[in-house]
């Protein structure tokens, strides 16, 4: 048995701490992968700061993380089309409700995988370049192909927007996260025109990405700027990545005749909860989150727009996973027809490096994502 080790978050709250963990063997329908790459996630850094409130289902110690890339160790039964030493990356979703939650974080050196969350990389791509997909590229995907969400048709891996029907948009508030990048590219391979938005030090990435037209969130006439590019033509649907971008995403929706918005965030920031038990910070969060989600959804449904949130696991059990995950994502890699975005930077070497991304995180990244080697 290989010997495995962890970084575990041991109680709510506290900093990750390094220490041997069990190593699991693949079941059926599962990878183990050798870690060689990691990325931080909002999410796990919003688990770490709020201790229950999000993911309270995960038992203490916890191995968080959801984006892993390295090379496979042992397959599982069943599973076709992976061996032993494949380069990949993977989707691990330990922090889902009803999985084998330790085992099945990234943030260790032996991780078990879904197959069907996982993808073959070129080998003239780099771990530490393509980690940066699992997590955004799959709420990206989840938010607009889903049926219940905007429901787009599918992307092929083949010639980037060759069945495109230049006159219907995708709008996508957010282009410059993690989940924007990715979801601008799908949206293109799926055959739409992008108008995003992001900081204008951004913009150029947001174009290199495939969007059409990209604005500013940050300028008070974002909204109208939007509407004003779209010209009349058909929205297919908008999807909002970002704290605060529900409401705008509404307000282009209701102006441009759009019938369906996709919500990555909430309208409240976790971040600004303090990173300790602070029941009265929870209450006055909970509060001011009603008080912006219930007009929203109120709106929503007097406009007869259909607005959800998207969870960015809901593929795993929709016909979008095998899509994304079996199709195009290792097919447009190979062709050299998808980019990683965004950019990765390493931060450190070794587990002990994941909390140092973690904090890293929590301070702010613009168009980044902040990565780990193992
Ligand atoms: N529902 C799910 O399952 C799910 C899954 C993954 C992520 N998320 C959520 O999606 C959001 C993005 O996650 P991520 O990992 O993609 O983030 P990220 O890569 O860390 O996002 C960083 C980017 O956010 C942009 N940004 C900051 N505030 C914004 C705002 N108010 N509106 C639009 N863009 C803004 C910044 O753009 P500029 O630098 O250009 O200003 C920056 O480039 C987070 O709220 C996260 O919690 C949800």
Not at 79 to 96: H, Q
Not at 274 to 298: H, I, Q, W
Not at 349 to 355: A, P, R, V
């Amino acid at each position: 048995m290989p010997t495995n080790s962890a970084a575990y978050l041991t109680v709510p709250y506290a900093d990750l701490a390094v220490a041997e963990a069990p190593y699991t063997s693949a079941a059926a329908g599962e990878l183990v992968i050798r870690a060689r790459a990691v990325a931080v996630n909002p999410l796990d850094e919003i688990k770490q700061s709020t201790g229950n409130v999000m993911y309270g289902w995960l038992p203490s110690p916890a191995v968080l993380g959801e984006d892993v890339a390295g090379e496979i160790v042992e397959v599982g039964a069943g599973v076709s089309g992976f061996s032993v030493g494949d380069r990949v990356i993977a989707y691990a979703v330990g922090m889902e409700k009803n999985r084998n939650h330790a085992a099945e974080g990234a943030f260790q050196l032996f991780t078990v995988v879904q197959a069907q969350l996982t993808a073959r990389i070129p080998l003239e791509l780099s771990f530490e370049d393509a980690v940066v997909l699992p997590l955004a590229i799959s709420t990206a995907a989840s938010a607009l192909f889903q049926s219940d969400q905007l429901g787009l048709r599918h992307p092929t891996s083949g010639a980037t927007g060759a069945d495109a029907d230049p006159t219907e948009w995708v709008v996508v508030w957010g282009g410059s996260t993690s989940v924007g990048s990715n979801a601008i590219q799908l949206a293109v391979a799926a055959g739409y025109s992008v108008i995003t938005t992001a900081s204008p030090h951004n913009h150029d990435r947001m174009r290199a990405l495939g969007a059409r037209h990209v604005v500013d969130y940050r300028s008070g006439s974002a909204v109208h700027d939007v509407v004003a590019l779209v010209e009349k033509r058909p929205v297919a649907g908008v999807f909002a990545i970002g704290t605060g971008s529900a409401e705008p995403a509404l307000s282009i929706a209701v102006a441009t005749g759009a019938r369906r918005v996709s919500l990555a965030s909430p309208s409240v920031s976790m971040s600004s909860l303090p990173r300790r038990r602070a029941p009265l910070a929870l209450a006055g969060f909970g509060l001011r989150m009603l008080s912006r989600t219930v007009p929203l959804m109120v709106r929503s449904r007097l406009r007869g727009i259909r607005t959800r949130f998207v969870w960015g696991s809901a593929l795993m059990n929709t016909e979008v996973g095998p899509m994304l995950w079996g199709g195009f994502l290792p097919d447009a890699l190979a062709a050299g027809r998808y980019v990683t975005a965004p950019r990765s930077e390493v931060v450190g070497t070794g587990l002990e490096s994941i909390q140092p991304a973690l904090d890293a995180l929590r301070a702010g990244a613009s168009a980044t994502k902040f990565v780990v080697t193992l």
